[in-house]
């Protein structure tokens, strides 16, 4: 890490090959359609 | 090398420094200006004036989280249409999908702006058609064969018209008790107005979280949120989220706002603290503009850009903070999570379940895939009743609204952000293939915010377990003086 930039996060999908871009994006949010109602889960 | 196509650059407060995020690595960093502009000079350039003026492992972060890349920018293009039609295939996956139930789409309050008011021309007759217990078996027969696993841990959110009228009480109890045999909860999207006598039907098991709206204080609600015989509704709206509350149940409140009513917000935000909401483990609110074309002109309308320099003025006024939010289709909120997670954040190739997978099950046995389409049947995406059968070329054409199908936003470095907009938007703005509005200033707004919040509770952690390390070095102290 150097002065200029700080990174925020480590998991990223730069080199992910095909296969690891199909495990990593298992997990996450699928996209919901009235997300003020979903914030209090 | 070059500079990626896909690098959003977000100024971050009154630090001089910026928030940098990747449109398809999903890396999100906190850079001094003097990288951006770095970058900008490198992608004005293509890499010919390069400077080494950031220092060499700046310079190898940047390529390590893809700003600086070897790829083109087809080859960018490809990848991240490789990511956006992996995350097609996988809504396709999802182990319960949105559902939502129309008892009926008759509904007690006359709100100006309703985006449904327009079903009202349809008589009524058709507006008081309920749901039959026959059509509630279908759905529930319908459920198992519209999921793609375990139907036992999902969500059934009711809707309207008004979902809970008290003439709804016997077929709301029905539906529950359908629910509970395959271990389902339920949701409301509510006006409030009749929820006194659902209340047994509240809690665990039962309906679990509700959403009402209020658009003001009382002088401004009662004047746009009222009975068909103009009767306001603030208090009677305000009784019943007490007793849900008591009940233990989950309450939103949707605070519409438009230029009409956004004087009264911190009159509102008042009332709402006088009633103790804030301090409820189980309430929340937030804020959101009222879109309808066709009800609310462009003179009142507010765009979502505003309304979030709105939000910052009433933010501090509620006692605490994060019990109040802005509708930002849930930016702020993911973000701020997979940063804690330490993971890129989520990226989307639809903009909402309606165009991935999402069933609203009416009266009529039709099925629609969006909220706002409901009651068009040229919008409907099938029937459920008296057979099931999904799909016909209306939801071909809807669900092509993503970004695999988008080739515009596929060179956007927004795309997975914002997943080509809403499609009922698209459409009836006439929008030739996505609508953006203001997306970029609303990101950037919840981004920031995200990253702010972020850094002060890792700040704050660090802070309190150098503290925690002094008291166990005094503790050891102490014991090995007693010793």
Redesign the interface.
Known sequence: ??????????????EAS?EE??Q???F?????????????? | MRASIYNIYIPFADSGQFILVHGYTGAVDLVSSDVVDFLQNFEQTNGNKRDNSIGQKTIETLIRRGYLTEKNSEEENRRLLQIASLLLKRYQKVDFPEFAIIPTYDCNLRCFYCYESKLRVKGSRWLKTRITKEQIDAIFQAIPDLCSGNTNKGEITLYGGEPLLAENLGIVEYIIERGKNLNLSFSAVTNGVDLERFEDFLGDKKITRLQVTIDGPPRIHDTRRFLSDRSGTFRLISQNINTALDRGVKVTVRINVDRLTVSGLPTLIRIMEEKGWFSQAKFWAYVSTVHCPAKLSSQHALRDSELFQEFDKIKSLVSESKKIFMNDGGIKKLFKKALSDNRFPPLRASFCASGAKMYVFDPFGDVYGCWETVGDTKQRIGRYFPELKIGNDFMESWSKINIPNLPKCQKCKYALFCAGGCAYRTYSNSASDSFCEDFQICFANSVASACREFLQEKSQTLSNSTIDRREVIKDERKDYAFK
């Not at chain 1, 890490?1 to 999908?13: F, R, V, Y």
């Open positions: 890490m150097s002065e200029k930039i700080t990174p925020l996060n480590e998991d990223l999908l730069v095909l871009l199909e990593k994006l298992e996450g949010a699928s996209p919901t359609c009235c997300d003020g109602l979903r914030v209090g889960s």
